[in-house]
């Protein structure tokens, strides 16, 4: 019994074979059904180690620790005869799953060498939102191509991996190659939540705004709000709106897609793309109601308490600091953590400077960042909101050509024309 991909699964049952196969194109899709599919795969076989796995794996990726927690324990228990591939699988999850992180990666890539379509694993390490993306090591964008492209010959033609291809191509500069990559993808997986999604980052990179706002509206129709990917693809609708003028369109997508009460997405997500969607508009001369950045300071704290990952944080601290919390947002700027902490906390005071109109503190916060912000994490399109608020301080203090140099020097290709105001 193999998966799609050719990898041994280490189940008598066909049922359990097909509602894992099932499950793990769900989840490399961003497609609901995953949970569904797995529980289908147990309920045939009670002992089928890599569905547990494959379970656990996505509670992970909702931030339900707990629970996956207890489910690679199960699958520990049902798999302890495990050797090999299968073995080495089971323990890549418990060490990413346990919080042992840096052995994990070391697993993952020795794993790798020798078992390059085992996709699951693979996917730990490809995209922004990966072990390398959140490694906070200078030049983890060429590590991510590398990675990629050390792994294409081994999946060919494949749509899901066609689509991580396309986001490490584009993220390191590489917008023709990433084309390409993408449109194969999404020839071979047009419902792919992740397909989307990378293809949005393209119409992004080149600044086509009215196409890339057409094409993601027409794909999100018919895309499950439980798809992983539903709110973060919101989050670009959203931006196109306000980069489009339109204001009620924009507010509209994030009150019914990505606010917590209404997403069914990762907390980090959620977090994330309200308060940069939030931060933005107010960055393009849009009035923010305080008591939504008073309820996103209150989600902040619910959902991330301490400090602890780079590019939560500082999306937490605009929270905090636009609601004039300072409790929660001094024990980011005094305690933050990780391999990116030495640029959490001046991130952290640059936005509390600009909760205050600081306009000269908060540029002595940001410019030095300028050069590796890409250890926090996230994808360019991101990372924009740095530097359009770097943009929107140099303007507020009268240096208008500086702030356009700026943008010509660093992001010469993108749509910026409505994103900061007075540009």
Known sequence: MRDHYGNP????????????????????????????????????DEGFALAHVLGARNAQSYARMGEAR????RAREAGKALSGQAGAHLAVFDHLINGRVREGYAAVRAHLADFPRDALVAQTS???????????????????????EALAPAYGTDGWFLAQLAFAQMEAGQLGPAETSIEASLERSPRSGHGAHIRAHLFYERGETGAGLDYLTE?????DRAGLMHCHNAWH???????????????????????PEMSQSPPLNVLTDLASLYWRAGLAGMDVAPERWA??????????????????????????????REEPLGRIVEGAKGPAADLVSPCARAFRAMAVQDWTGAEAEL???????E?????????????HTLMHVLIRQGKPDEARRLLAMRRPLIDAARMVAGH
């Open 70 to 73: 207890e489910r690679i324990a």
């Open 295 to 324: 309820q996103l300071s209150d989600y902040a704290t619910r959902a991330f308490p301490a400090p602890a990952l780079g590019f939560a944080d500082i999306h937490a601290a605009m929270a905090h600091a636009m609601a004039g």
């Open 367 to 373: 410019v030095p960042l300028m050069a590796s912000h």
């Open 126 to 148: 490809l995209g922004v939102f990966s072990l390398i993306g959140f490694s906070g090591r200078p030049g983890r964008e060429a590590e991510h191509l590398a990675l990629a």
């Open 219 to 223: 794909w999100m129709t018919g895309y």
């Open 237 to 259: 609708c959203a931006l196109w709106a306000l980069a489009s003028g339109d204001a009620a369109r924009m507010w509209a997508i994030a009150d019914a897609d990505l606010a």
């Open 375 to 387: 250890r926090l994490g996230g994808s360019r399109a991101q990372r924009d909101l740095l530097e």
């Open 9 to 44: 699964l280490h189940t008598q049952s066909d049922a359990a074979r097909d509602a894992y196969v099932e499950g793990l194109t769900a989840y490399l899709e961003a497609q609901p059904g995953v949970e569904a599919a797995v529980r289908r795969a147990i309920a045939a």
